[in-house]
C-alpha cells in the first residue's frame, strides 16, 4: 500500500537526499512543503511560520517528516520564528490532519555541550591520547544544549511528547549528526560525529516503516565512527539501524593535515 510522506525542507541537503531514496525505493508518495519550488513531486509551496497558510499540505497525509530548520545560532528571531513556532505549527497541522506519525529532525546539538567536558572535549578536540579506554555513551535521554539551536532542538523534542501523549500521535525524534554535502567528516570534531548520506536516508528510512506502536521515541543518527560517544544501540535494537558509512578512513588525513593547519 503505497504510503503518503510530506517532507518539510525537502530543498535542503538531507531533504533532497530523502527524496531521491524514496523515490528509488518506490511505493511512497511523496509531496514537499517547501518556500520555493522543488522539482519531481508535488510541491506546496509555505512558510511554517503560518499555520493557516500550511495546513493544506497535510490533508490526507500519513506521515510527515519534518527537516525544515534554521541552523543557526546568531539569530534568536529567525531560531523562534522557524524551529519554536513553525515546528509547533508542523505538529499542530499533522494533527488536526489525522496524520499518523511525525518524525522530527532533531540534532545531536540537544547535547553537545558534553563537548566542554572530558573525555568528550578531548574526543571534539582530536586530543585522542587523552581519551581514555571505555568512554560512556550519551544516551538519547541526556539532554545539554550547547547554543540557542540546540535549546530549541530539546524543545522541539519536548513539543513531541506532549503531542503523543495528549493526541495519541506516533512521534520519533532523529538526533541527527553531521552531514555533508562532500559525504564525509570536514573537521577532526566530525570525526566522532559524521552521519554519511546512506545512513542518513537509511536512519529516516527505517523511521517510516517502523512500528506503529511506537508511540515516542528518540533515536542518535551516527555513523559507524571508532570515536562515537553517542549511543546508537537503540536505535539498532528499536529500528534495526545498521550505519554502513564511517568517518574512519579520513582519520590520518584530518590528524596528519587538516589539524596541522587550520583552526578546529
Known amino acids: 500500500m503505497t504510503k503518503k510522506i510530506l517532507i518539510t525542507g525537502m530543498s535542503g541537503l538531507i531533504g533532497g537526499l530523502l527524496k531521491h531514496h524514496l523515490l528509488n525505493e518506490g511505493g511512497y508518495d511523496l509531496k514537499a512543503l517547501n518556500r520555493s519550488h522543488v522539482e519531481g513531486v508535488e510541491s506546496y509551496q509555505g512558510d511554517i511560520a503560518d499555520l493557516d497558510a500550511i495546513k493544506p499540505a497535510f490533508e490526507g497525509q ?3 517528516v519534518h527537516l525544515a530548520a534554521y541552523l543557526g545560532s546568531d539569530s534568536w528571531q529567525s531560531l523562534h520564528t ?16 489525522g496524520v499518523k506519525r511525525v518524525i522530527f529532525a532533531s540534532s545531536g546539538s540537544t547535547i553537545r555541550g558534553f563537548e566542554r567536558v572530558k573525555p568528550y572535549e578531548d574526543i571534539s578536540d582530536g586530543n585522542y591520547g587523552e581519551v581514555p579506554k571505555v ?14 539551536y540546540g535549546v530549541t532542538k530539546v524543545w522541539g523534542e519536548a513539543l513531541g511528547r506532549h503531542f503523543s501523549d495528549a493526541y495519541d500521535m506516533s512521534i520519533i525524534c532523529v538526533r541527527i ?6 559525504n564525509r567528516p570536514m573537521s577532526v570534531r ?3 560525529i559524521y552521519l ?14 517502523a512500528d506503529q506502536g511506537i508511540n515516542y521515541d528518540i533515536f542518535f543518527a551516527v555513523s559507524d565512527n571508532k570515536w562515537n560517544y553517542r549511543d546508537i544501540s537503540h536505535a539498532r535494537e528499536v529500528l ?3 550505519p554502513t558509512d564511517s568517518a574512519d578512513k579520513n582519520l590520518s588525513f584530518f590528524n596528519s ?3 596541522a593547519n587550520t583552526k578546529v
Open 240 to 242: 534495526g539501524y545498521i
Open 135 to 148: 568512554v560512556p555513551m550519551i544516551t538519547r535521554d541526556q539532554v545539554r544544549p550547547e547554543a540557542l
Open 62 to 64: 500519513d506521515i510527515v
Open 82 to 97: 522557524n524551529n519554536v513556532l513553525g515546528t509547533y505549527n508542523v505538529f499542530e497541522a499533522a494533527r488536526l490532519a
Open 257 to 259: 593535515t587538516l589539524l
Open 196 to 209: 554519511g548520506h546512506s545512513d542518513v536516508c537509511q536512519m529516516l528510512h527505517l523511521c517510516i516503516e
Open 190 to 192: 566530525e570525526n566522532a
Open 177 to 182: 549528526g553531521s552531514v555533508r554535502k562532500e
